[in-house]
């Protein structure tokens, strides 16, 4: 029998499917029914109700609550989810922590007011972020790359403003993404190859990259193919929704600047920097910026510069600009990169790449210069609120050893366990924690099989620990953004980066750093039992309503209190749950919740 229409046209949801046909088979139709926008989600749905799924789960877990005497005391007269009503739908987009508003009461000097500015508690919204009508699930990669539905992201400025440098084109429904930039109106792919020629990047000895002012990201998105993963960034500015269409596509991306403070990424992280006309005035401050870029950057890593002012004498009437102005800019870039003990490896039309040195033996001539102002070894990766100095992060004193080439770095040992250098994780708890978390992907992808089908493509694990979770999902298909807490007991974020990796410091207790509806799956190990007593669980439930996309999927695992009481919660956010048993069976008391968020779109009538 074919779904039943609702009243507004949709047909039945995937929940309603959920509650007759059980968990596995829940995750099954959830696929099915992907909103693309393109017709096939109901012919697809009436099949899998015909029992052509193969719904088989793994005897180990069982799907019934094993401790229905916790559940059972709870007084039903207060199990009664508190209702968490939909925002106003001009919250459609909302960014909590870089609010438009809010960033104009902040000083313009050093990009301040594009920086983080969260909203104090009484003033953070208590209701759910809607969608937009019209929303549809994403194409899944590698088409989400090149085309985004428009209703998703329904903003048209760049297709003007960015016309004749191919970033985004507007055709019929959706947008398209020609992979061109301002640097490279040939395309994303000619230019790497440009890079390239210079750049290690075909044999895996680069494979993470930060692109500051990132546009759409399209050199990200083009990197994908090369096994390069690229942390994007740009503000939230008149060039309105850049980091909501990269992520859109499937691209790694957040919303930043670099401003007043430190960048939140841990030192020695990125194997390649990249600037593309990005607008950064790098040779301000002393290089104050440049300086950022070389904590971050790992030794022997590159730095691209692409744009003014490099090769100014040519181009200073195109850029419209003094010819004085730009040669002074060059000249104080130099000056930074020489006393950063960067090399510079090549510079040929509008491109300049750097090198920084190894180690600090061949920085000798540095140590004597009176501009050297040297940070404190032990404040490289103390970055969360924090103001970004003038100074050299020194190169560490124990050498972490050389990486090896992804994909090989993916389990190697990261030199920062082997060297010591990260206190209580020893090389046997590295292997240990990845033998465990190839255990619980297993799992995972047992309960619901859609992981590794290309249905989830941008992946947050909001407490990363060691990247066990990232590196045993790890696929073409999707990629995983390994977030590090800042409460922490143990700060291994470096770590991750070792592994070829990418990830991002962040406090729970405030908004992340993207738009709504950017995550397709999160996984949160942990997370509520650190939080506990430290923020409202309410908050960090409801950002992670914000972030994840209608029909996303959640795997909370935690203890099994904690885990009741995350159910009753979110009992009032418009998702559906299932506890599921430990794979070891139900005596071990950490369990799994698995949660899915329904598909539903704003109004003009929502409350707040």
């Not at 609120?385 to 050498?399: D, H, L, N, R």
């Not at 291994?492 to 950017?518: A, K, M, N, Q």
Request: hydrophobic share 35%; net charge neutral; with cysteine.
């Amino acid at each position: 029998m074919a779904p039943k229409a609702n009243a507004d046209g949709r047909t039945r949801s995937s929940v309603q499917i959920f509650i007759v046909a059980g968990l596995c088979c829940f995750f099954y139709i959830l696929g099915a029914w992907q909103r693309s926008g393109f017709g096939k989600g109901d012919s697809i749905a009436v099949a899998i109700t015909k029992n052509e799924a193969d719904c088989n789960i793994i005897p180990s877990l069982s799907f019934d609550s094993q401790h229905a005497g916790e559940v059972g005391n709870i007084d039903e007269s207060e199990s009664k989810p508190k209702v968490f009503e939909p925002c106003h739908h001009r919250y459609t987009d909302y960014t909590p922590c870089q609010d438009q508003k809010r960033a104009m009461t902040f000083p313009r000097e050093d990009m301040n007011y594009r920086e983080r500015h969260c909203p104090p508690e009484e003033e953070k919204l208590h209701c759910l972020i809607p969608a937009p009508k019209g929303y549809v699930t994403p194409f899944p990669w590698p088409k989400s790359r090149d085309y985004v539905p428009y209703a998703n992201a329904p903003y048209k400025s760049l297709t003007v403003e960015k016309a004749v440098q191919n970033w985004i084109q507007y055709e019929g429904n959706v947008f398209r993404f020609p992979g061109g930039g301002t640097q490279f109106p040939q395309g994303a792919d000619k230019y790497i190859d440009q890079l390239a020629a210079v750049i290690p990047i075909k044999n895996g000895t680069v494979r993470t990259a930060l692109d500051t002012g990132c546009g759409v990201a399209s050199w990200g998105a083009y990197l994908l193919s090369r096994n390069v993963l690229a942390m994007s960034f740009a503000p939230r500015d008149s060039h309105e929704a850049q980091v909501q269409f990269a992520l859109e596509r499937g691209v790694p991306a957040v919303i930043g600047v670099l401003g007043t403070i430190k960048l939140p990424y841990p030192s020695r992280a990125f194997d390649m920097a990249h600037c593309s006309r990005c607008l950064i005035p790098w040779g301000i401050n002393d290089g104050k910026y440049l300086k950022e870029v070389d904590r971050v950057l790992r030794p022997g890593g590159y730095w691209v510069l692409s744009g003014p002012p490099i090769n100014w004498k040519n181009n200073y009437q195109a850029w419209q600009r003094p010819k004085e102005d730009l040669q002074e800019e060059q000249r104080q870039i130099e000056e930074a990169a020489k006393l950063l003990c960067w090399e510079k490896k090549s510079e040929k039309g509008e491109t300049a790449i750097w090198q920084k040195r190894v180690d600090s033996d061949s920085c000798g001539d540095r140590q004597d210069d009176s501009r050297a102002n040297f940070c404190k070894a032990d404040e490289a990766d103390s970055v969360w609120y924090k103001k970004m100095e003038g100074c050299i992060t020194p190169y560490p004193k124990v050498s972490s050893g050389e990486l090896k080439p992804f994909p090989k770095r993916l389990y190697a040992v990261p030199p920062r366990i082997s060297s010591g250098s990260v206190p209580g994780v020893s090389v046997e708890d590295y292997e240990e924690d990845n033998n465990k978390w190839k255990k619980h992907v297993n799992a995972y992808k047992r309960i619901n099989k859609l992981i590794d089908t290309g249905r989830y493509r941008n992946i947050m694990d909001m407490n990363a620990g060691l990247g066990g979770f990232a590196a045993a999902i790890e696929s073409p298909k999707l990629w995983v953004m390994n977030v590090m807490p800042t409460i922490a007991e143990k700060n291994t974020l470096g770590v991750v980066y070792e592994r070829g990796l990418i990830g991002i410091y962040h406090d729970w207790c405030e908004g992340f750093s993207t738009y709504p509806r950017t995550y397709d799956l999160i996984h949160a190990h942990g997370v509520f039992s650190l939080y506990n007593g430290k923020c409202n669980w309410e908050d960090i439930l409801l950002e992670m309503d914000r972030i994840l996309r209608p029909e996303g999927a959640v795997i909370f695992r935690d203890e099994v209190d904690v885990l009741i009481k995350v159910k009753k919660i979110v009992g009032g956010m418009r998702w559906d749950t299932k506890l599921v048993d430990h794979e070891d069976g139900p005596l071990v008391p950490e369990k799994v919740l698995v949660a899915v968020k329904q598909y539903w779109v704003g109004n003009s009538t929502s409350a707040q």
